[in-house]
C-alpha cells in the first residue's frame, strides 16, 4: 500500500488536490452502500415484522424487530475494536475493504431467509444472526471511514470534507426510504409484506460488490512506522494514555447518537403510529426531510473551519436540548404532512452541528497509531448503548402508556452533551498540524 503524500506547506497541489478528493468520494461511496444496507432493516420493518413475529398487535411486532434492530447495535463495541485494531496495525484501507464484504454477506442472508411460517422460531434466530454480523460490519466502519476522511482532507477545510461522511451516511438512509418509496408505487402492501421487502436487502448485497472494488483503489493514509508502533491498536495503552479523550467522545456521543435515530429512523414509525401519517405519507414526508438534512452536511462542516469544531458541538447540545420536547410535543397534533416535515427538518438542523463534525472532533482527540480504534470503539459503545435502543425505549414507553417520558430521556442527554462539550478543547490535539 502507498501512504498518501503529505506535503510540507500548503496550498496543496492541483494533483494533491486531486488524489485526496478522489479518496474522500471513494471512501464516502461505499460508506453510502454500508448504510444502505444497514438501514434498509429499520425502513422496511413494518412490511417483514408478521413474517418473522407472527403476533396480531401491530406494536408488538415492531417492539421484536426493534429488540433485533437494537441487538445489531450490540455488536458495535466489537465490530469497533476488531476493525479499529485492524486499521491501526495494518492499514485504513484493509479494514475498510474486509468491512463492506462483512455487510455484503449480512445483507444477502436477510434477503435469503425463510420465514416463520417456513421453519418456525429459527427464522428470526436467523435474522438476529444476519442483524448481528451487519452490527460487526457497520461497528468498525464508522471509526475507520471517519478517521481515513480525516487524515486524508485538506487543512482548513476539513470540518467541510469530513462532513462527507454523514452526507452519505444520510445518503444511504435516503436511499432506503427512496428504495421502498418507488416499491410502494408498484407493488401491494399484500406483496410488500409476502416477499417485496426481500428486494431492498438484495440490492444492497449486489451495490456491496460495488463498493469493494471502490475501495480497492483508496491509498493507504498510515504509514509503516505508525503501524509498528508500540500501543497501535491497543485497547490498555488507550484507556491508559486517552482516558479523558475516551470519556469526552462516549458522553457527547450517547446523547447524540440518541437524538440521530429518534429523528431519522425512528420519526417513520413516529408518524405513523403516534402522529397517525398513512404509512406512504411518512415515507414521503421522511424522504424530503433525510434529503435536506443530506444536503446540509456540508455547510454545517464548512461553518465549523471558520467557528471551530467546539462551538458546533456547543450550539447542538444547547439547542438540542431546548428543542426536543417542544418539537415532539407538536408533532402529536400535527395534521399536515407539510408541517410535520418542516418540523423534522428543524430538529434535524439542530442535529447538523453534531453530525458534518462528529467524525472530525474524535480524529483530532486521537495520535494515528491508536486513532481509528479511539474513534470507533469510542464512538460503537456510546452509540450502541444509546442509539440502537432509541427506537425500543420509544416504543416500549409507548406500549405502556408514557410516551412522553421519552421526549424528556432525550432531552436530558443533550443537557449531558453540552456538558460533555464543555471539556473539548478549544484547539484540537491532534492532526491540526498536519497538512
Given at each position: 500500500m502507498s501512504a498518501i503524500p503529505i506535503s510540507t506547506a500548503t496550498p496543496y497541489s492541483f494533483e494533491e488536490k486531486r488524489k485526496r478528493i478522489f479518496a474522500i468520494v471513494a471512501a464516502s461511496s461505499g460508506n453510502l452502500v454500508e448504510w444502505f444496507d444497514f438501514y434498509i432493516y429499520a425502513f422496511c420493518a413494518i412490511y417483514f415484522a408478521p413474517a418473522f413475529f407472527p403476533k396480531s398487535d401491530p406494536t408488538a411486532q415492531l417492539l421484536n424487530t426493534a429488540g433485533v434492530f437494537a441487538a445489531?447495535?450490540?455488536?458495535?463495541?466489537?465490530?469497533?475494536?476488531?476493525?479499529?485494531?485492524?486499521?491501526?496495525?495494518?492499514?485504513?484501507?484493509?479494514?475498510?475493504?474486509?468491512?463492506?464484504?462483512m455487510m455484503c454477506a449480512g445483507s444477502l442472508l436477510i434477503a435469503c431467509l425463510p420465514t416463520y411460517a417456513s421453519i418456525g422460531a429459527m427464522a428470526p434466530v436467523l435474522l438476529l444472526t444476519a442483524r448481528l454480523l451487519q452490527g460487526l460490519s457497520v461497528g468498525?466502519?464508522?471509526?475507520?471511514?471517519?478517521?481515513?476522511?480525516?487524515?486524508?482532507?485538506?487543512?482548513?477545510?476539513?470540518?467541510?470534507?469530513?462532513?462527507?461522511?454523514?452526507?452519505?451516511?444520510i445518503g444511504g438512509q435516503l436511499l432506503a426510504v427512496l428504495v421502498v418509496v418507488v416499491l410502494q408505487q408498484f407493488l401491494s402492501d399484500a406483496e410488500l409484506k409476502s416477499w417485496g421487502w426481500r428486494i431492498p436487502f438484495l440490492l444492497g448485497a449486489c451495490t456491496a460488490v460495488v463498493a469493494l472494488m471502490l475501495r480497492r483503489t483508496l491509498h493507504e493514509t498510515t504509514t509503516a512506522q505508525t503501524r509498528s508502533a508500540k500501543g497501535a491498536g491497543s485497547v490498555a495503552e488507550l484507556v491508559k494514555n486517552h482516558k479523558r479523550a475516551l470519556l469526552v467522545v462516549l458522553g457527547y456521543t450517547a446523547g447524540g447518537s440518541l437524538i440521530f435515530y429518534t429523528f431519522t429512523t425512528y420519526m417513520q414509525k413516529?408518524?405513523?403510529?403516534?402522529?397517525?401519517?398513512?404509512?406512504?405519507?411518512?415515507?414521503?414526508?421522511?424522504?424530503?426531510?433525510?434529503?435536506?438534512?443530506?444536503?446540509m452536511q456540508p455547510v454545517f462542516g464548512a461553518l465549523s473551519d471558520r467557528i471551530g469544531r467546539r462551538n458546533n458541538m456547543l450550539l447542538f447540545g444547547g439547542l438540542g436540548m431546548l428543542m426536543v420536547v417542544p418539537i415532539l410535543t407538536t408533532l402529536q397534533s400535527v395534521t399536515s404532512p407539510l408541517l410535520a416535515g418542516v418540523l423534522i427538518t428543524v430538529a434535524l438542523a439542530v442535529v447538523s452541528f453534531y453530525t458534518s463534525v462528529g467524525g472530525i472532533v474524535k480524529a483530532e482527540m486521537f495520535p494515528p497509531e491508536e486513532r481509528a480504534l479511539g474513534v470507533g470503539l469510542s464512538y460503537a459503545v456510546g452509540n450502541a448503548i444509546f442509539g440502537g435502543s432509541a427506537e425500543y425505549v420509544a416504543l416500549g414507553l409507548k406500549s405502556m402508556g408514557y410516551e412522553s417520558t421519552f421526549y424528556w430521556y432525550v432531552t436530558g442527554m443533550m443537557v449531558l452533551a453540552f456538558a460533555v462539550s464543555l471539556l473539548l478543547p478549544r484547539q484540537a490535539t491532534y492532526l491540526h498540524d498536519d497538512h
Open positions: 445489531g447495535f450490540l455488536m458495535r463495541p466489537i465490530g469497533g475494536w476488531l476493525f479499529g485494531r485492524l486499521a491501526d496495525r495494518k492499514g485504513r484501507k484493509t479494514s475498510m475493504v474486509v468491512s463492506v464484504m468498525g466502519e464508522y471509526g475507520t471511514t471517519a478517521t481515513y476522511m480525516s487524515e486524508v482532507a485538506m487543512r482548513g477545510q476539513r470540518g467541510f470534507f469530513s462532513s462527507f461522511q454523514y452526507v452519505t451516511l413516529y408518524l405513523v403510529n403516534t402522529v397517525h401519517l398513512p404509512i406512504k405519507t411518512a415515507s414521503y414526508v421522511m424522504t424530503g426531510a433525510l434529503f435536506v438534512y443530506m444536503c
